[in-house]
């Protein structure tokens, strides 16, 4: 009779535990992630010579890359930035010729220290910030 009543309250004490877990983990708002951030640099690329803006540069940084407009002006994003200080190296590469005179390639750094950050969710995605970054390039000689 013992043992009846021991394997009775052991199923009960089971059940009302399962029950219990069973409901805390339904109100679980638990979210897995990588703390992020965009990181944008924006300029214009100039002559060293003329001060007139240079057309058709390719600008590269960390995967992403873009062409500098009609008015030397660029964009470039990490889209997927860790959200603390960042350094990145910047590629700017005369691609086209003669078309717009030749220039010499240039390899830079960007620094982004205590970046500020907007637009974020409040959760993982802490927004984004960006730099300008203005470049004035030497023509080849």
Not at 97 to 120: A, Q, R
């Amino acid at each position: 009779m013992k043992i009846k009543l021991l394997k009775t309250y052991n199923v009960l004490i089971a059940g009302i535990l399962a029950i219990l877990g069973f409901a805390t983990a339904c109100d679980s708002k638990d979210e897995y992630g990588t703390p992020s951030a965009k990181f944008i640099v924006n300029g214009k690329v100039t002559s060293s010579e003329t001060e007139q803006t240079v057309e058709n540069i390719r600008v590269t940084m960390q995967g992403d890359t873009t062409y500098t407009n009609a008015d030397g002006e660029y964009q470039v994003v990490d889209k997927w930035g860790f959200p603390t200080d960042q350094t990145y190296s910047i590629e700017f590469r005369d691609i086209d010729g003669e078309v717009n005179g030749e220039f010499n390639d240039l390899d830079t750094i960007v620094e982004f220290k205590d970046p500020k950050f907007s637009d974020g969710d409040g959760n993982w995605y802490s927004g984004e910030t960006s730099k300008e970054f203005d470049v004035k390039l030497t023509p080849k000689k």
